[in-house]
């Protein structure tokens, strides 16, 4: 019989006991493992240090890619295989960055309205090596051999990245060089490839960090420390996640529908982590994502670690050292509450943090939430994604927010393209995003996308004698780059946006404007509610969280605090609040001052009879936009 917990009911240990036998006839075999060292193994550092060399004093390269993350990779390989002269430089001792060094090891992938893998080209090249989980030492090895097979790449190790120089130029300064030590790299061309765009913020690159430029300054999305597990009854874990995902299908108060599970992935026990209390109180333990090792070791992606700051060594550092210092802790609770998990082991931690969020460049275009969610097209086209909108937690109270889910939309060429510097590229989830649309676009398949599409047009502008600049701006030119990278495999179709049901609604715009600024949500079913009644909770979280984004944005306006009690508020009501937030002068028909001010139409007005009742989401929505527009333009 499987224990499970003292919580648990004997009959889920029973269907579990039923279950773990028929896995063992199938020969699903549970998990073991032996304790490994934090570092990617031995096999694949010795195989990743087999394909590097170190620089001499002066080095000249058509193409140097800055960063071995797998985004990285791509525009290396992509340049090489472009017959340019190519040097990828990474500081740690092996490739792969956040996939072999931060062990997040299994990918988010993108589909499109049909079903296609929309990140195809070399991301389908690793993909098809690696599998949906990996090993981190094959991973690491992978890696290695792929980028030693090109005769036109030099891979550098262990190598710093040193200091950029730059020189004036007509509509930039133009990046020539890596100053770095006692050696000296010039390039025609160079690709920043840094999980936090190091290269191009240390060449002058402007930039927002984390979510100041919707109003939410100084807050990044948590890091998460990886950890590693043996002893796991995977057998158990796979099919008490797929349980609980067929419970809530057959019963919505039933079950996890989040859940599930395949031969090497699981994902689920949100409502048992939901009860973890953690001894840091700025960390918290959410439900994992788990990927099984070959050796049945499990990597566990679970760990929330607030109060970072990821351009701060001092920082990350200690982000490590609480993480190590919570995850006693968290192994007992498992070992407690987790079904599968009762005789699970630490076998060790990552090196590296996961980082979400950092820096965002500014870019000649930058992609906004707007794009991603009406499923847009562009005509520079580069990369395709079609992944939620995920926002994980920036503080410990927060539980983090799914914005809404994607069919299709365009990563433009433009986005690569940083403004006030020459030469460079930035690619991966510092590119040219707002924070909200970096939700998406920030996962690792769609970066890996972009980096082929950069080591491509590194090739093509060396050929053409034309800035990035100025190929951004040529469609002639762009059209070649397409042409190329869907010879190379990529998938750039021209699409007709896929429409979603909102927009038809009259309220769309005031909620557009209230995506935009964090303040809606669809989930993963793009579910706005427009026509659902707003509760009085719901009217003093909009109309609190407008008034804190004006006064960010805009410190000078006039605004006046909004009480609130918990009094249920009918539309009269909640045009009260908005008259003496903006401190206009009140009326004994509050929508008449909100008129004068031209804030309320005639049309608006008349949706919201008769006044003493409550009022809709979409009416809320289309109020606090109004609110803000009004408030921004004074």
């Known amino acids: 019989m499987i224990q499970i917990s003292a919580r648990r009911n004997q009959s889920i240990s029973f269907f579990l006991a039923v279950m773990l036998m028929l896995t063992a006839m199938s020969g699903c075999a549970p998990g073991g493992g032996n304790a490994q060292s934090g570092q990617p193994g031995e096999e694949g550092a010795q195989a990743s240090a087999a394909g590097s060399f170190a620089l001499p ?232 994502n788990l990927a099984r090792q070959e050796n049945g070791d499990i990597l566990i992606n679970a760990l929330l670690i607030f109060a970072v700051d990821p351009l701060d060594p001092a920082s990350v550092a200690g982000g490590i050292r609480r993480g190590q210092e919570e995850l006693p802790y968290i192994l007992e609770f498992m070992r407690e509450n987790f079904a599968g998990f009762e005789n699970a082991a630490l076998v060790a931690a990552a090196s590296r943090l996961y980082v979400r969020e950092s820096r965002h460049i500014r870019g000649e275009y930058r992609l906004t939430i707007t794009d991603v969610l009406e499923n ?62 970096h939700g998406s676009a920030r996962v690792v398949p769609v970066g890996v996308a972009a980096g082929e599409a950069a080591g491509v047009a590194a090739g093509l ?17 762009i059209g070649e780059l397409q042409q190329e990278l869907i010879r190379r495999g990529a998938h750039l179709e021209e699409f007709e946006s896929p429409r979603i049901a909102d927009m038809d609604h009259w309220a769309y715009d ?22 659902i009644t707003a509760e009085y909770w719901d009217i003093q979280r909009i109309l609190t969280r407008v008034e804190a984004r004006i ?43 909100l008129r004068r001010a031209g804030i309320l139409t005639e049309e608006v007005i008349q949706r919201m009879e008769p006044m003493d009742q409550k009022p809709t989401f979409g009416e809320l929505y289309w109020l606090g936009a109004r609110l803000f527009a009004h408030s921004m333009s004074q």
């Open 461 to 477: 502008s060396i050929d053409r004698q034309m800035s990035f600049r100025q190929l951004s701006s040529s469609s002639l030119v």
């Open 376 to 437: 847009r097209d562009h005509w520079d086209r580069i990369a395709q994604g079609s992944y939620p909108v995920d926002l994980q937690s920036s503080q410990p109270e927060d539980l983090g927010d799914v914005i809404g889910k994607p069919e299709i939309y365009s990563i433009p060429f433009r986005c690569l393209v940083p403004l006030e510097v020459d030469n460079l590229l930035t690619v991966g989830r510092s590119a040219s995003y707002d924070s909200l649309a």
């Open 57 to 288: 004093q002066e080095s000249h390269y058509e193409v140097v890619v800055v960063g071995g993350e797998p985004e990285g990779i791509a525009a290396a390989l992509a340049s090489a295989r472009s017959g340019k002269k190519t040097l990828l430089l990474e500081k740690g001792p092996v490739l792969g960055g956040l996939w072999t060094l931060g062990w997040l090891n299994f990918f988010d992938m993108n589909q499109g309205p049909e079903g296609e893998l929309l990140t195809q080209g070399i991301f389908k090249e690793f993909y098809d090596a690696l599998g949906d989980a990996f090993d981190v030492d094959e991973a690491a090895a992978y890696f290695a051999e792929v980028t030693s097979r090109e005769p036109m790449l030099d891979v550098a190790l262990n190598t710093d990245y040193g200091n950029p120089v730059l020189q004036p130029g007509t509509a930039a300064k133009v990046l020539t060089c890596l100053e770095m030590g006692s050696s000296i790299v010039y390039g025609e061309r160079f690709i920043d490839a840094t999980a936090d765009g190091d290269l191009s913020a240390a060449s002058g690159v402007p930039f927002t960090l984390g979510g100041e430029d919707y109003g939410r300054a100084g807050q990044n999305m948590a890091v998460t420390l990886v950890f590693k597990v043996k002893d796991v009854r995977w057998s158990t874990v796979f099919f008490y996640n797929n349980w609980q995902r067929l419970l809530s299908k057959l019963n919505s108060g039933w079950g996890d529908a989040q859940a599930g599970a395949k031969k090497k992935l699981a994902w689920g026990y949100g409502q048992e982590a939901l009860s973890y209390v953690p001894h840091d109180s700025m960390t918290r333990f959410r439900g994992p």
């Open 551 to 593: 006064r960010q944005l805009q410190p000078e306006a006039a605004l006046d605090t909004v009480r609130f009690d918990n009094t249920p508020l009918t539309r009269r009501d909640m045009l009260n609040k908005a008259v003496r937030m903006l401190q206009l002068e009140e009326d004994a028909d509050p929508a008449d001052p």
């Open 510 to 531: 005031g909620l557009a404007v209230m995506r935009e600024l964090g303040l809606a949500s669809g989930g993963y079913t793009n579910q706005y509610n427009l026509e």
